[in-house]
């Protein structure tokens, strides 16, 4: 088991409340998925920056080092914004390229977690409504976002294990379920010269759509090509710079629920996570069907 | 009449007062929020409102009692249940009526996957459409569907009676469509007039049930 939430927004009350309104429906899936949570909240970065997520398990540690690395021996004047364990960068695209690979050589032990020009993903072990608080999601505003309770199955409970999974700029992938050709997969991509943080099949699918997208697939795309080549069950929701999709198995046992209104379009496994929305009673709400792609992109 | 608010009593309270009710008493249950398991394990002939949409489960196990959701249900609505009936005003989730015993089970709007799997007596009509593999392994009862049927539909099915109104997207194994006899007309009229369907007729209907050769095993089936 595992829980999913998602929440799109369509006007800018429901972008100021997001991270409140995606806290709440996050904590009531706690039961789905107690060991570990992750958010991604999507806002547009100022001045067409690059945000680059980073993660450290000494945070009081590793960013100050990295601050003083980044003045210091770069002549940066950004700074880590830190919150909690993780901490966000926001660079040229230029120095963005810089600096990540800078983190391979100098920083092993602090962890990319996303990067992009609106995605910043902040998971941890530990009980949903933890790691709510811990990051002060409800804080946070954004035109979309993505959350997940997990109950691991496939691989260790670690921050690494713990989902959305980011794999490409701007994309990330939660997934409720198990693929069975996660192995198989991993190493066709490997062959690709693509590299793999953890044993976790959600990765694996994550790169894989990344890939696709990558070699020009749309999200549309991407994800019809995924019922072709992943084997297993999922109800997965891919997060993009502009919205987000939805697909689901074409057994469907893992559940799911839509419910669009003209504020938002919001995404549950089970409806009690979409129960305390704003006019949810007047909301469309509907099982999305099996080996069916859904995505709300913005347009602006 | 008595209210109970599922916003501010837990749920076992709301599901004990219920199972120890006496027979005959109405009840009315708000705000549930998606609960599951709300109403379930009912053994006296009560009426229950349920004002919302409910989770997983609700109304299991059912025994006399009358429950209507003024909402949605979630996957496994009327699972199990042995009699009195279950009505649902909005659509209903995965395995809607699974291994139900006896009872009916009428759904106004669209059921998922799995509805009626490993049905055992229930009679189940859904107005909408049915999701894929409904019926699956299915032992007695009927299922009327109003609207059309997924693919693999009655897959594996031993007995039970199908009704189709609509476009049934494939058969499962040993599923076959059969003949629509006077007896079963008249049957699925009092099934259609129990859910209270005025504006269709019996004889619209297609029946399906068991080809009945997957019940002995015979080494021709090898492949």
Known sequence: MCGIVGLFAKTRSVEDSLGKLLSDMLVIMSDRGPDSAGVAVYKKSNGNKIKVTLQSEEPSDGFPKLNSYLSKQKNLKTQLKINSTHAVLELSEKNSNLIINDLKKHFPKIRLMSTGSNIEIYKEVGAPESVVERFNIRKMRGSHGIGHTRMATESAVTTLGAHPFSTGKDQCLVHNGSLSNHNTLRRELQKKNISFETENDTEVAASYLTNKMSTGADLGQALDLALKDLDGFYTFVVGTEKGFGVLRDPIACKPAVLAETDQYVAFGSEYRALASLPYIEKAKVWEPEPATVYFWEHNK | ?223
Request: glycine share 12%; proline share 1%.
């Open chain 2, 1 to 223: 009449m008595t209210v109970l608010d599922l916003k501010s009593l837990s749920l076992r309270h709301v599901n004990s007062a219920l199972q120890n009710a006496s027979s005959e008493t109405s009840w009315v249950l708000e705000n549930p929020m998606g609960k599951h398991a709300v109403a379930a394990g009912l053994r006296e002939s009560l009426k229950v409102d349920i004002k919302g949409s409910v989770g997983y489960y609700c109304g299991g196990m059912n025994k006399n009692a009358d429950v209507v959701v003024h909402g949605s249900v979630g996957p496994g609505v009327a699972e199990n249940m042995m009699s009195g009936s279950i009505y649902v005003k909005g659509n209903a989730s995965q395995y809607a009526g699974a291994s139900a015993h006896g009872g009916t089970l009428v759904i106004e709007g669209n059921s998922s996957s799995r509805c009626g799997i490993s049905m055992k007596g229930i009679d189940i009509i859904v107005q909408g459409n049915v999701g894929h593999m409904s019926a699956f392994m299915a032992q007695a009862g009927n299922l009327v569907v109003c609207g059309n049927a997924g693919e693999a539909l009655g897959d594996s099915i031993y007995e039970a009676n199908i009704y189709i109104l609509g476009e049934v997207k494939s058969l499962g194994a040993d599923c076959i469509e059969k003949q629509m006899t006077e007896k079963h007309k008249k049957l699925l009229t009092k099934l259609l007039a129990i859910a209270k369907i005025k504006n269709l007729s019996s004889k619209d209907f297609r029946r399906y049930g068991s080809a009945r050769s997957l019940y002995n095993f015979k080494i021709d089936n090898t492949y």
